[in-house]
């Protein structure tokens, strides 16, 4: 509940009030010098109080978010010249507010810094500001100012090997494809062809095959093209590390799902785009259009700051057709496999054709403070979690828990990878 417009502060009715009790005692006891001590505080709280400003301090704020993942809340203050500082405090949910006592007299600006430590869409700190009147004998109405919930983006992480699509597409990247072109490395030895280049004769083995010359053999090379990888975020749920927390609605302590969903997705796309390859975004969660496949740095801008809006919505999107991929795309579904959605679709892009991976996106759960129904309750949902990544992998789908070390997994499936 809001404090009225400039209310004597506790501190001066406390004071006044005491010597008022005085002086009364100093009336009826017949003791002037001990009525003549409540006669200054009484002037003195008098003369304050009839000082009282008459209007309160305005102010407006904005946000900005720098490469760390720190939130600033720039707030620009302005108070009349009977308004000589003003009790600002700000605060952060899930964190101890902060107060301070601020000259203003004018117009002040302030700058509020906190480390995010999440990523997503974040709150940031709320500044309230309550004016103080001259002595600090009234304090004004409480101020809030309320900036934008603010976007902070994951920061990814540097992986040293991934798999790579069965297929590769076009005629330009950094992998080498299995068909004949430019760029890579030896392919075969074949018999000269139209569209074969003269420099590519190879005389030596021509000298060998044919010593009459009746036939030239030229070297063909393999043709370097690039990978299209789409990564599926399952976003219909944000899940801590205690189980207690899921049926709430408040943002849960530690690192959740979401958040980690958020860093597999930048991590993977950071290092196909490093490499040259075409990334694709697309959001099971939620009703917008998916970011297309696309290279580059601006690209990976565009997909990190998708990341960094995504949250649950209330009503999430029911799929019951798995989404349309580019052709031979290589799929990576982020998702905590609580239930059979993400599942499911993973299955029918594999019967497509797509190479599919399930990356396990939920965080090392905390147990120790659960209850009995609460453990058993959290063993029924891990069984069952259990046998849908298990069917998952007899389908060809295997699963990498980013919460463990998805890098030495990616980098062991890539080895597998290539010794097929």
Do not use: C, K
């Not at 062809?193 to 004769?201: F, S, T």
């Not at 991590?267 to 040259?276: F, I, K, P, R």
């Not at 601006?298 to 997909?303: E, F, G, P």
């Amino acid at each position: 509940m809001s404090r009225p417009a400039w209310a004597p502060a506790p501190e001066v009715v406390l004071v006044g009030a005491a010597a008022l009790v005085v002086l009364v005692y100093g009336v009826v006891g017949g003791r002037v010098d001990v009525a003549v001590l409540a006669v200054a505080p009484l002037l003195a709280a008098e003369r304050l109080l009839r000082r009282r400003p008459t209007t309160g301090a305005t102010g407006r704020a904005a946000t900005t978010v720098d490469a760390e993942g720190r939130i600033t809340a720039l707030a620009e203050l302005e108070a009349p010249t009977d308004v000589p500082a003003l009790v600002v405090r700000a605060s952060v949910p899930g964190r101890s507010p902060a107060e301070a006592v601020v000259a203003v007299g004018g117009t002040r600006q302030l700058a509020v810094t906190t480390g995010a430590g999440r990523t997503g869409p974040l709150p940031a700190p709320l500044l309230e500001h309550v004016g103080l009147g001259p002595g600090a004998a009234t304090r004004g109405g409480v101020g809030r100012l309320e900036p934008p919930v603010v976007p902070v983006a994951p920061v990814a992480r540097r992986l040293p090997l991934a798999p790579l699509p069965a297929r590769l597409r076009g005629l330009s990247g950094s992998h080498e494809a299995r068909r004949v072109g430019e760029g890579g490395s030896l392919h075969d030895v074949h018999p000269f062809g139209p569209g074969d280049r003269l420099n590519r004769i190879d005389w030596r083995t021509t000298a060998r095959r044919s010593p009459d010359l009746q036939e030239l053999y030229v070297r063909r090379t393999s043709v370097l093209a690039e990978a299209t990888v789409a990564i599926v975020l399952d976003s219909r749920d944000d899940l801590g590390p205690d189980p207690r927390t899921w049926a709430r609605a408040e943002l849960p302590a530690g690192t959740t799902s979401l958040e980690l969903a958020r860093e597999a997705a930048a991590s993977l796309a950071q290092h196909y785009l490093a490499a040259g390859d075409r990334v694709a975004l697309e959001d099971l969660g939620l009703r917008r259009r998916p970011v297309r496949a696309g290279a580059g740095r601006r690209h990976l801008d565009r997909l990190l700051d998708q990341l960094a809006r995504t949250a649950p919505e209330a009503q999430s999107l029911a799929r019951v057709r798995a989404p349309q991929l580019t052709s031979g795309a290589l799929v990576y579904v982020l998702s905590t496999f609580l239930d059979d959605s993400a599942a499911d679709l993973a299955r029918q892009w594999r019967a497509t054709g797509h190479r599919v991976f399930a990356v396990d996106v939920l965080p090392q759960l905390e147990t120790r403070r659960l209850e009995r129904r609460h453990r058993l309750a959290l063993r029924v949902a891990e069984l069952a979690r259990t046998d849908r990544l298990a069917a998952l992998a007899t389908a060809g789908i295997p699963a990498v828990r980013w919460s463990g070390t998805p890098e030495r997994e990616l980098l062991a499936l890539s080895r597998l990878e290539r010794r097929r």
